[in-house]
C-alpha cells in the first residue's frame, strides 16, 4: 500500500513526533488532553510547534541559559535557510512546514521575547505589557494557525488578542511566582494609578488597591477572551472543541483566583476537575449553536 505523502512523512518520522508529544504531555497536562484527539496530521503539529515554544521558554525561565537560546535560534536561522538540524524537533518541523504554510518569522519573533525576559525590566505601561505579550504568546498562536484553520489570514487578530489574553493569566496567576525571581509584570502606571505601591507588592499585601489593580488586568484579558471568541466560525470543524476548551480553560483561572480570595502570592490557583468537566459541557453546548 501506497500512503499519501503527508502519511508517509508523519510515518518515516514518527519518534520524531514522539519526542515532541512526551514534551507537551509532561509540561501542558491539558492542552495535550485537549489536542491530542485531533486527527494525526494536526496533532502532531500542534506537539511539534509546542515543543519549540516550550524549549525556547525554559532556555531562559528555567536553565537561565542564553547560551541555549542562542543555540536554538542559530537552529532557526539554519532551518529558515532550508538546511534542517539533524534534532528530533527539527525533523519534525520539517514535515509540519511542509504540510501546513506556517511562517518562520513568528517563531523568530517568539525567541526575541524570550531574550527580553532575559533582561527583564518592569513594563512602565500597559502598552508595553501587551507588546511583550504579542512576542511571548501571540506568537504561539500565530504559529498555530495555519493547523486549526484553512482561513489563517482572516482571524490573525483574534489570535493576537488570545495570545495576550491568555499571558496577562499567566501574570495574574503568577504574582508571587514573578516576585521570587524579581519581576513585575505589572505595568508602572498600572499601579501607580490604581495606589497600589511596590512596597506592597514586595509585602504581598492584598488590599482594595490591589484588587483594582488585579481586576483591571482581569478584565482586560476578558475583553480580549471575548474578542478571541469571534475566531471560531472560521476554524475547522475538528479543531473547534481543543480550542474552545483551551480557551475556557484558560479563563477559568482568573475566576480560580478570585475564589481564592486575590491570593496570587502564595498559590498557585488552578481550575479543578469538576469545574473543568462543567467547561466541557459548555463548551460542547456553545459549539452546538455554530453549526
Known amino acids: 500500500m501506497i500512503l499519501p505523502e503527508g502519511e508517509q512523512m508523519l510515518k518515516l518520522y ?8 512526551n ?8 492542552f495535550y488532553s485537549a489536542f491530542s484527539k485531533l486527527p494525526e496530521k494536526k496533532a502532531n ?10 524549549l525556547a521558554d525554559d532556555a531562559i525561565d528555567v536553565h537561565h541559559d542564553i547560551h541555549r537560546l542562542n ?4 537552529e ?8 534542517i538540524p539533524d534534532k528530533p524537533l527539527w525533523r519534525a518541523l520539517s514535515v509540519v512546514c511542509h504540510m501546513y504554510p506556517i511562517e518562520l518569522r513568528y517563531f523568530e519573533e517568539l525567541i526575541l521575547g524570550q531574550k527580553g525576559d532575559l533582561h527583564f525590566r518592569q513594563p512602565s505601561s500597559q502598552a508595553e505589557l501587551e507588546d511583550y505579550c504579542y512576542f511571548v504568546a501571540s506568537t504561539v498562536g500565530l504559529m498555530l494557525l495555519p493547523v486549526l484553520t484553512d482561513q489563517p489570514d482572516v482571524i490573525q487578530e483574534q489570535a493576537k488578542a488570545l495570545g495576550v489574553a491568555m499571558q496577562l493569566t499567566n501574570i495574574l496567576r503568577d504574582v508571587g511566582e514573578d516576585l521570587k525571581s524579581d519581576r513585575i509584570y505589572l505595568p508602572m502606571d498600572v499601579i501607580k494609578r490604581t495606589g497600589y505601591s511596590e512596597k506592597e507588592l514586595s509585602e504581598h499585601m492584598i488590599n482594595q488597591a490591589f484588587i483594582d489593580m488585579w481586576e483591571f488586568e482581569a478584565e482586560r484579558a476578558e ?17 473547534q472543541l481543543p480550542l474552545l476548551l483551551a480557551i475556557y480553560y ?7 483566583v478570585r475564589n481564592e ?3 496570587c502570592f502564595t498559590k498557585r490557583s488552578f481550575v479543578g476537575t469538576k469545574r473543568k468537566y462543567e467547561l466541557y459541557k459548555a463548551a460542547k453546548k456553545g459549539l452546538a449553536h455554530l453549526k
Open 76 to 83: 532557526l536561522f539554519l532551518f529558515m535557510d532550508g538546511k
Open 14 to 21: 514518527e519518534n520524531d513526533f514522539r519526542y515532541c508529544e
Open 261 to 263: 480570595n486575590y491570593q
Open 250 to 256: 484558560y479563563q477559568e483561572i482568573l475566576n480560580a
Open 223 to 239: 475583553k480580549l477572551y471575548d474578542e478571541a471568541l469571534t475566531m471560531m466560525p472560521y476554524i475547522d470543524k475538528e479543531c
Open 23 to 30: 514534551i507537551m504531555r509532561e509540561h501542558a497536562k491539558s
Open 45 to 54: 503539529a500542534i506537539y511539534a510547534i509546542y515543543a519549540f515554544c516550550r
Open 71 to 74: 543555540q536554538l535560534e542559530e
